[in-house]
């Protein structure tokens, strides 16, 4: 097999794609020691044509595929596709609209984040084969069984979505899972301002003063990756941004005192940068901290009790719908829905509130009850005893 290397071939190619009614696309990317993903290849396949691009060559445009990743009438078919959208949207266009067949498949009955070999082995009864998963493909030339082994990615999955498609239509899912693939082609999870960097983070205090100093020394790590071209790990551990800003260090001293900055970090050009950040944020708090709305406070004392039984409903109803419990709600929509009957969560709206949502309210109430049935909980009604005449 040929990778495709000139902006020619490319055009030649997606000229194939035009006017399908999906294309499959997957990436093949190096991100170890760096904080922009290297992309190396790139895979499309329809039912009909597939290709390995080589965005490595040297003079390759690949304006002509942005274009088809752009346009509207072709649905654009992923595996896990957050990483692959990070991609692209580096590159200047989200692909949609958009179909994650690993979404899918917990709507589907496969379990949470099922692998694309397991998925491919379940429902085509095809073994993906393994031997090329961990190439340097930043390495060039490819072997054929290198680009055999990642064209193979793309036309399993052309020839899966289909089947899986067709089978969440019919059990009338497919908008169960519309909504969650509408929200990770959302712009905003793909923002590398650095000034918006303390939203990945989780402040563990709401004063002006922690939460400006937060945002500060967030957006310097996030810039200075940036710039460095390194994981944001390797310039500054999370957990040391939550001390810096709990503590609002104002000279080197206070800054080496810090267990979670490195050994010899305040005597460094970061060092003094951190600093200046931090003296940035202080000088008007108020102004630069983010606004971060307070979750509700869970009034219920018992309410861990009544999360842990809402756990067990969710894994029940679940289990019923063969779907997977994380598509219909997370641990922290039960912990607002056990301190409030009008939380606003996704677990009492649409199709979730009617899956699990209305069940859960029914639970607190009484109205319901869990049932160990051998190895199966049961959800049954509790019949309340008649009033005495």
């Not at 290849?41 to 290709?51: D, G, K, M, P, V």
């Not at 929509?333 to 899956?355: C, F, H, S, V, Y």
Request: charged letters at 30%; glycine letters at 4%.
């Amino acid at each position: 097999m040929t990778p495709i290397t000139t902006t020619a071939e490319l055009a030649a190619f997606c000229e194939e794609l035009a006017g399908r009614p999906f294309v499959a696309v997957d990436t093949e990317f190096m991100r170890e020691t760096t904080y922009w993903p290297k992309l190396c290849l790139i895979q499309a396949a329809t039912r009909e044509a597939a290709a390995v691009i080589d965005p490595l060559a040297p003079g390759l445009d690949l304006s002509p595929l942005l274009k088809i990743l752009a346009d509207p009438s072709i649905e654009k078919v992923f595996h896990a596709a957050r990483q692959d959208i990070e991609i692209f949207h580096n590159l200047g266009v989200i692909p949609t609209p958009l179909f994650d067949t690993q979404i899918a498949a917990m709507a589907a009955g496969f379990g949470e984040q099922v692998a694309y070999d397991a998925l491919v082995r379940q429902m085509l009864k095809n073994d993906v084969d393994k031997s090329s998963r961990f190439t340097d493909w930043a390495r060039r030339p490819l072997s054929e069984a290198q680009l055999d082994y990642a064209l193979a990615d793309v036309t399993h999955l052309a020839e899966l979505f289909p089947i899986l498609r067709q089978r969440l239509e019919a059990g009338g899912r497919l908008a169960w899972v519309e909504e969650e693939m509408r929200a990770i082609a959302d712009p905003a999870l793909y923002d590398v301002n650095p000034e918006n960097a303390w939203r990945r983070l989780k402040p563990r205090r709401h004063s002006a003063r922690y939460l400006a100093v937060f945002r500060a020394v967030a957006a310097w790590r996030e810039r200075t990756a940036q710039i460095r071209d390194q994981p944001r790990g390797r310039i500054l551990k999370d957990e040391a941004i939550d001390e810096l800003a709990s503590q609002a260090p104002t000279d080197a001293e206070a800054l080496s005192r810090l267990r979670g900055v490195p050994k010899g970090f305040s005597g460094s050009k970061f060092g003094q940068e951190i600093l200046e950040a931090v003296a940035a944020a202080l000088k008007d708090p108020e102004a630069y901290a983010p606004t971060i709305t307070r979750e509700r406070a869970v009034a219920a004392p018992n309410s861990g009790a009544v999360v842990e039984l809402l756990k067990v409903l969710l894994k029940a109803r679940a289990e019923d719908a063969a779907v997977a419990p994380r598509l219909i709600a997370t641990v922290s929509d039960l912990e607002k829905i056990a301190g409030d009957d009008n939380a606003d969560t996704p677990a009492l709206d649409g199709w979730r509130r009617k899956a699990f949502g209305e069940d859960a309210l029914k639970l607190k109430r009484g109205e319901l009850a869990l049932v160990l049935d051998g190895s199966r909980v049961r959800v049954v009604e509790v019949r309340r005893a008649a009033p005495p005449a």
